[in-house]
Nanobody, 128 residues
Framework: QVKLVESGGGSVQAGGSLRLSCVAS????????MGWFRQAPGKEREFVAS????????YYEDSVKGRFTLSRDNAKNTVYLQMNSLRPEDTAVYYC?????????????????????WGQGTQVTVSS
């Protein structure tokens, strides 16, 4: 069983930046695709970004393209989400997710049901 712990959330003004980290423990995530999702109050959890197990490829939800960057350091068992030019609509709880069933080096899952393990989330609040 892998444990995912997110950190780096907080409150920023619009236009600011935050860097979220997701540290995995218990198992290596180096062979798994990883992703980030977010959930705003009263809304369903939505996909933000995913990354292949090597980190060579990434996939982003349209509204974060060009502003967010997902990366990973498999030696540290960690994934990072760099968020720039933050907007009030980015306000949400951000969740790290792992796909322990990853069977290919090119997989970029974007649906919540494709992920097997989740962190507890970290709050991001962007004020205007």
């Amino acid at each position: 069983q892998v444990k995912l712990v997110e950190s780096g959330g907080g409150s920023v003004q619009a236009g600011g930046s935050l860097r979220l980290s997701c540290v995995a423990s218990g198992r290596s995530i180096s062979s798994w695709s990883m992703g980030w999702f977010r959930q705003a109050p009263g809304k369903e959890r939505e996909f933000v970004a995913s990354i292949t197990r090597s980190g060579a490829n990434t996939y982003y939800e349209d509204s974060v393209k060009g502003r967010f960057t997902l990366s990973r350091d498999n030696a540290k068992n960690t994934v990072y989400l760099q968020m720039n030019s933050l907007r009030p609509e980015d306000t949400a709880v951000y969740y790290c997710a792992a796909d322990s069933t990853t069977s290919s080096s090119w997989l970029l899952p974007s649906a919540a049901h494709e992920y097997t393990d989740w962190g507890q989330g970290t709050q991001v609040t962007v004020s205007s």
